[in-house]
């Protein structure tokens, strides 16, 4: 039996990693922690879970096989090395942490404790990712070197006035929450890690018209209070070259008067590829390429995944198996310095050189 703690019973604990642990045989979530003791309570009853805490470093004293991070993200970092260094395999949400110097030092703690640690970017885990890795990795693009990702929201701040919108809980704003998805996303399709120059832009140009984007979901805020303001940018943008020469071109945004939606794309010397909000099935994943010297579109089958029990269960094989996390240190530490350097780069107003 694999017993889970979790840290932090917000939105994402409860509509993606709590049910789908408890589908998963030999798997029990046996403890959750969170400083909201209504939010607290209702989450043990609603999902049976025996032990609750409101301080995680005694949870991550109890006997248990892993931890999984759901907490605000300054406390991503401290959370995963201590929870490792207690003898626990740790599953953190994103972003990993804030910083590059955090991200080493979880990486340290790993070589050291010799624990998993995954990150949870279910995005890895969906049809569309699967297939076009796997094209990549056969050479079917040729050199990839240029990438687009975008995640744009018209009116969708999450959880306005809670840890969400604050500079020092969450460390910034869109880029954090949501570009790190599509960041990861397509530099691990596109096999990249390495970045070298890393130049951005923020803005924030809706904070006194600050709308709630109805994430988390209402019913899963029990008892929380959002007091405080908008203090994160609701724009966020950013120009990447890696060391081989490739660019990424990367946007998101929780508020502005655009186009909507999540998407990528891929320029490669052979081919290149489109993907969509899957979501959206009436603009499927397009593949750009070149049929016996004439131009064509190619429209792969994907197959549906539910991309957050497979998450989950990768993780538990990890434990059981001794297998390898589909995130490997140097992707992790690659985004982290992309989102690092995007805040940097908008701070002093010049490109940020690693």
Known sequence: MIKVGIIGVGGISQVAHIPNFQKIENVK???????????????????????????????????????????????????????????????????????????????????????VFMGAFPRRFLGETIILKKLVEDGFFGEIYYLKASYLRRRGIPGLGTWFTSKKLAGG??????????????LYIAGL?????????????????????????????????????????????????????????????????????????????????QLPDPIESKNPVRIYAETNGVISDIIPEIPKMDSYFEEVKHFIECI?????????????????????????SAEKNQPIEY
């Open 173 to 186: 704003g869109p880029m954090m929450d949501v570009g790190v998805h599509m960041i990861d996303m397509v």
């Open 193 to 273: 890690t390495e970045p070298k120059i890393v130049f951005g832009s923020t803005f924030e140009k809706f904070k006194d018209k600050a709308v709630d984007g109805g994430w988390p979901p209402i019913d899963t805020r029990k008892g929380d209070k959002p007091i405080g303001k908008m203090e994160v940018e609701d724009l966020a943008t950013g120009f990447v070259k890696f060391s081989n020469g490739a660019v990424l071109f990367v946007e998101a945004s929780w508020a502005g008067n655009s186009e909507v939606g999540l998407k990528g794309s891929l320029f490669g010397t052979k081919a290149g590829a």
């Open 320 to 344: 059981i198996e001794g297998k390898e996390p589909i995130t490997k240190k140097e992707e992790i530490i690659s985004v982290v310095k992309i989102i690092e350097g995007i805040y940097k």
């Open 29 to 115: 979530v046996e403890a959750i922690c969170d400083i909201n003791e209504e939010k607290l309570n209702y989450v043990a009853e609603k999902f049976n879970i025996p032990k609750k805490f409101t301080d995680w470093e005694k949870m991550i004293e109890e006997n248990l096989d892993a931890v999984v991070i759901c907490s605000p993200n300054v406390y991503h970092a401290i959370q995963a090395i201590k929870s490792m260094e207690n003898g626990k395999h740790v599953l953190c949400e994103k972003p990993i942490c804030l910083t590059v110097e955090e991200a080493e030092n979880i990486f340290k703690t790993v070589e050291k404790t010799k624990k």
